[in-house]
């Protein structure tokens, strides 16, 4: 047994020393190899090791493909040895996955044969993609590589100068299925409208702070919880019945889902009592009042809260009506009876038993809009709770048609037919509560609703 086991693979310079490395059986050691060039050149080689090893080290003076023919004791092994006047540089992979699934990143590894330390190469995807600079050292380049969609990938390593290329093929198959790290601990299957609920869940891997999205409908933010010990918390709610796809998102990849039914809140509707936004009460000197009627006005004060006002701020802006009409206008408490907030709120203002202060009849319940309606119109929730109340309130007094006309008096101490359900500006010279036929209140809309309910 005679072997080379190691000898130059890339073609060596001229008056440059390389080694080659064999293996011969353990009956040679001691003994020498002797080497032919070319079958012409005869020259002693090196001494077998005890353990049949040997090791030369040799250089050629002249170029060519040089034949070097190794043998002891009968038995011989030849290779050729590439030998060039001017360094060769070339470039190739050593190390590259034939596979690798989307999403995923990869090492990979070539030679860079007589190229410089510190030399830039240009790794590219499909001739047109960069996907790194590597950066030669010892002969070596490295890089990471990564797709997001998969497909069949042609990675060309070059030089920058474009003369030296190698390429390989690469698939980039589909990415590897992952567990969520996200997800929701025992979601409730169904809840009502307006109610509150706590959704919570995993967050696995996650550092303490790191922000989530709780998303309804894909498009809907509803909370940004944030991981607490790998877990994560929010209250939501929702105002509308219906199927809803919620979403806790960590990432693109992370993600988990689940459906709640959100079922119609059944529950009765109700009015915030007095004793909720102010400890004052109504006087009890006033005289009883005996209610005919519904006269609807807004309250044509600006600054209303919004639409998602907090039962504070509702509560807080009662107080800034009751200060106006009690120190501005020198009345004994709020003129309504009742004030409807944009956010749908429904605040019990003067006591109902008493007259009110608000259409200079005041013969029935005065029921406020918050805001300005000259050109703005009432919001749903606005328009649904004004629908509740006076239904509630009709049933309460025994009115039981708010769409007839009856004989009204009027402030100008006339007589008009009015329905039950009406607008300050139907009985006195005003614009409340803001457009003709109480447009933007849908006056009309009201009565209908509250008649199709008694
Ligand atoms: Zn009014």
Request: hydrophobic fraction near 40%; proline fraction near 6%.
């Amino acid at each position: 047994m005679l072997q080379v086991t190691q000898s130059p693979q890339n073609p060596v310079l001229v008056q440059k020393s390389f080694t080659v490395l064999g293996i011969a059986s353990t009956v040679y050691a001691g003994q020498r190899l002797s080497i032919l060039v070319d079958g012409l050149y005869a020259s002693t080689g090196p001494q077998v090791e005890a353990d049949g090893t040997w090791q030369v080290a040799f250089l050629f003076q002249s170029p060519g493909n040089r034949r070097m023919r190794f043998s002891v004791g009968g038995e011989s092994t030849e290779i050729v040895v590439p030998v060039v006047t001017t360094p060769v540089l070339y470039l190739n992979f050593t190390q590259i996955p034939a596979r690798l699934p989307a999403l995923e990143s990869a090492a990979i590894e070539g030679s860079a044969v007589n190229y410089a330390d510190g030399t830039q190469l240009l790794l590219r995807a499909d001739g047109l993609y960069e996907l790194a600079r590597p950066v030669v050292s010892g002969e070596t380049w490295r890089a990471t590589i990564g797709f997001n969609q998969k497909g069949i990938r042609t990675i060309e390593i070059l030089s920058l100068d474009g003369r030296n290329r190698d390429q390989r093929r690469l698939e980039v198959t589909d990415p590897r299925p992952r567990p969520p790290r996200v997800g929701f601990s025992d979601p409730p299957q169904q809840l009502k409208a307006e109610q509150t609920t706590t959704l919570g869940g995993p967050a696995a891997d996650y550092p303490d702070g790191a922000q989530l999205v709780l998303r309804a409908d894909q498009q809907f933010e509803l909370a940004r919880p944030t991981v607490q010990n790998q877990q994560w918390q929010a209250n939501t709610g929702f105002r509308s019945p219906g199927n809803r796809l919620i979403e806790i998102i960590g990432s693109e990849q992370d993600r988990a889902q689940t459906v709640i039914e959100v079922v119609p809140n059944t529950a009765a509707f109700q009015i915030q009592s007095r004793s909720s936004w102010t400890t004052t009460v109504t006087p009890s000197s006033l005289p009883t009042l005996f209610p005919q009627r519904i006269t609807v006005h807004h309250t044509a004060l600006s600054s209303a809260p919004s639409s998602s006002a907090s039962a504070d701020q509702d509560e807080a802006r009662m107080r800034v009506i009751w200060n106006g009409h009690v120190f501005g206008n020198g009345w004994v408490d709020i003129g309504y009876h009742f004030i409807i907030m944009p956010s749908g709120r429904v605040f019990a203002a003067r006591d109902e038993r008493k007259r009110g202060a608000h259409d200079v009849i005041n013969d029935g319940l005065g029921v406020a809009f918050d805001g300005i309606y000259s050109s703005a119109t009432i919001n749903q929730r606005q328009f649904e709770a004004a629908v509740s109340l006076c239904t509630l309130l009709c049933k309460r007094y025994g009115i039981t048609n708010t769409v007839n006309l009856v004989a009204t008096a009027t402030a100008d101490f006339g007589t008009r037919n009015l329905p039950r359900i009406l607008g300050h500006r139907d009985r006195v010279a005003t614009e409340c509560p803001g457009s003709p036929g109480g447009a933007t209140v849908r006056l009309n809309d009201i009565r209908v609703a509250v008649n199709n309910l008694l």
